[in-house]
């Protein structure tokens, strides 16, 4: 596939909370209503790549006053965490997969594996939904598609909020599968070979930035019956 046509990591997201949202956007052209929210989450993830960049600039002095060499593609930084028996962090790390495109929130190249963190808020059961799960390993799938380093990967979901960590798994083959079936199912939506299936959950309609202006909504269900 061109660059051009490859899938959005995030539309996984989208995808396993309501593929209707990807209908509305892609079919019907209906602009995004949930530009506000989108901005929010800009700025906390712009937070944190300035405290990742000071952490990195701080790092690449240390190396440039010891003589020591800096990096400056991925197998370099993993030769380096190898090398020297340190974790080297990067922020906002741009992948190209087979059939994906994204930026990954963080990775952390540690000398025996290799994780791959996306940053969510926390829900209210102190647990990841599948939403957060599948994009996170889809990260995990381009980046393993775009470098063949030998080296397990981690997927990782972490509270943006403070930074600590809320779920890890390794990365299987049996993830892979998971997510090109993910991927199947968006690209049938996109050339409408693929019927999109709307939530059957009210209250995910509720949450939904797209209820205002979506067909399916479901939401109003939930204010009948009170």
Known sequence: MEQDELIWVSDLHNQAFCEYEIYLREILQIPDPGAPALDEGREIHAGLDSQSMLASQATTIKRLAEGKPIPESVPEIVQIAKDEKITYVTRDLFVVGKRLKGRIDQVDFAPARIYIIDDKPPSHTGRPYITETRQTQGYCLAFS????????????????????????????????????ESIDRI??????????????NPRKCCRCRWHPVCPKNKCREITTRR
């Open 187 to 200: 690209i049938g939506i996109i050339k409408g070979t693929w019927n999109p299936q709307d939530t059957q």
């Open 145 to 180: 598609q775009q470098y063949a380093l030998g080296l397990p990967l981690v997927a990782v979901i972490r509270d943006k909020y403070t930074g600590e960590e809320i779920w890890s798994k390794l990365f299987t083959p049996e993830d892979a599968i998971s997510v090109n």
